[in-house]
């Protein structure tokens, strides 16, 4: 319902939007989804091409893996007003510069900032959103989702879904953290979660961002991307990961992870157990985990793991990645057979699917994936994905999918047939 930019095929084509309520923030002009790998020059955009298109609005226009945005000038005074800097780089995070100043893109921790900064939906456009987007994953044949940027604002439009008894998805949420001094505040926005019971809710923990995402060669790799001095961003050092961590295990409740890159998964592992050492017992999920390597995967077999991947990534990634990764890290890629063979529990999903919602398009991928590409070879995945899609708690969904290679049949959620 909001404003998606895949349809843009050059940095110009923002000149064909119509301006819909249902993409403004307050006055901002809010889209999601351009992809400068599309375009002909393959360059990133420039503020001056949405000052020409948009010289009196503020605009914020994500990047298609929601790791970088791409603004106006409008929007820049807006940002300096609430104090953001733009002459300074933030740690885990990048204000582009070139001879004029800035070309109008933030990515990751820059990224994020600015995004906080942005005026709130309005209740009934969050309640219409809520509502569609449920409809769109029953019809892909889901009955249950995580989502793990969570808020107590979200939760109690939920709750008013569900009591008018239209919710059709069961909801696994974690609250979003910033940063460690963000930590009390998203546990304060856990309890207040906790406080309102909805059958279809269950409120789990928190997540915090510690690495960016292939797409833009942030995902933090043990190695340097292909021909470029650059081996991605981490976000969090070693301690605050730590910290965040024991923050949430000494609360008893639930950490979750967004790491891409395989040495972002192994920073994360190494702190883990070493919370663990000092005694604290908890549950940690980490999101993605597109790179993985072997010495981490034995650290990670002696702690509560869940592994959250997407299997439909390797569809549209699968295409470049040898462009963009060495041999060593491709054969890091997409470990899903040895998750499942040194019983790690793996769920599919993630914490923001960027990718179409498609129960088939999962499935596609885990079948094509060992013979898509050769030059990227991915291990078969030996048992079936099905047991990796169904929530492992069949008594709290009661929801069932019936579905053939080409169509989802029938859809029942919570017993009643929806679809
Ligand atoms: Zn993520």
Known sequence: MGLSLNFMRTENSVSEIKIKPEYLRGDWLVG?????????????????????????????????????????????????????????????GKIYHDQNGFTGILSDQ?????????????????????????????????????????TSHLWKILCKIQTAGQQTICIDGFITAESVSDL???????????????????????????????????????????????????????????????????KKIAIAVHVIGDQAVHQVA??????SSKGYEGKIHLEHVQLLRPETLSILKSLHVTIHMQPCHWLSDHLWLDQALSENSMSYLFQWQKIVKN????????????????????????????NLNPKVRIQKLESDFKAYHAHPDSAWTRSKTVF?????????????KII
Request: hydrophobic share 35%; glycine share 4%.
């Open 32 to 92: 999601f989804g351009w992809d400068q790998n599309q375009w002909p020059n393959q360059q990133l955009p420039h503020l001056k091409t949405l000052d020409q298109f948009f010289p009196d609005r503020p605009v914020f226009f994500s990047r298609v893996d929601g790791h970088s945005s791409w603004i106006n000038s409008v929007a820049m005074r807006e940002f300096k007003k609430q104090g953001y800097d733009f002459s300074a780089d933030i740690i885990g």
């Open 110 to 150: 820059a990224h994020i900032k600015a995004l906080m900064l942005l005026p709130s939906f309005s209740d009934s456009q969050i309640e219409n959103f809520c509502l569609t987007s449920m409809k769109i994953f029953n019809q892909a044949g889901f009955t249950h989702v995580r989502d793990l940027s969570m």
């Open 184 to 250: 009390p505040r998203a546990f304060s926005e856990y309890l207040d979660c906790e406080k309102n019971k909805n059958p279809y809710l269950r409120i789990h923990g928190l997540k915090i961002f510690v690495d960016g995402s292939l797409g833009s060669k942030t995902a933090y790799l043990s190695e340097n991307y292909l021909n470029e001095n650059n081996s991605g961003l981490i976000s969090w050092s070693n301690s605050e990961i730590q910290q965040a961590i024991e923050f949430c295990w000494s």
């Open 270 to 275: 190494l702190a883990a157990r070493t919370v």
């Open 343 to 370: 019983k790690i529990p793996l769920h599919f999903g993630s914490d923001s699917p960027i990718e179409k919602t498609s129960l088939l398009n999962n499935k596609k991928a885990i079948e094509q994936s060992p």
């Open 404 to 416: 053939n290679d080409e169509q989802v049949i029938e859809v029942f959620f919570d017993s009643k």
